[in-house]
Nanobody, 119 residues
């Protein structure tokens, strides 16, 4: 249902852009977001964006990361700049999706994409 892409290796101070496409039977998508899990740590919120564009960021990424979405493409993006080694993690996209006008919203996770920040 959610397919993330765009991870890879970046140098400290560099940039990467993650994308996540929702597919399948979709009537509407509410909140979309990105989470990350570093080795040995719990999964944590990175950023979320509501259906009309209201955003929320973890303090650790404010001013460096930008979340955006294209509702026509059912896609959420995470532009990551000024990357630090501590940003190294598997990044997961997340979304609340309703498949029909009467369906209950369900929460979905993407498969994760690895971001490594290292010189």
């Amino acid at each position: 249902q959610l397919q993330a892409s765009g991870g890879g290796l970046a140098q400290p101070g560099g940039s990467l852009r993650l994308s996540c496409v929702a597919s399948g039977s979709i009537f509407r998508i509410n909140i979309m977001g990105w989470y990350r899990q570093a080795p040995g740590k719990q999964r944590e919120l990175v950023a979320t964006i509501g259906s009309i564009g209201r955003t929320n960021y973890a303090d650790s990424v404010k001013g460096r990361f930008t979340i955006s979405r294209d509702n026509a493409k059912n896609t959420v993006y995470l532009q990551m700049s000024s990357l630090k080694p501590e940003d190294t993690a598997v990044y997961y996209c997340n979304a609340d999706i309703g498949t029909t006008i009467l369906a209950t919203m369900k929460n979905y996770w993407g498969q994760g994409t690895l971001v490594t920040v290292s010189s």
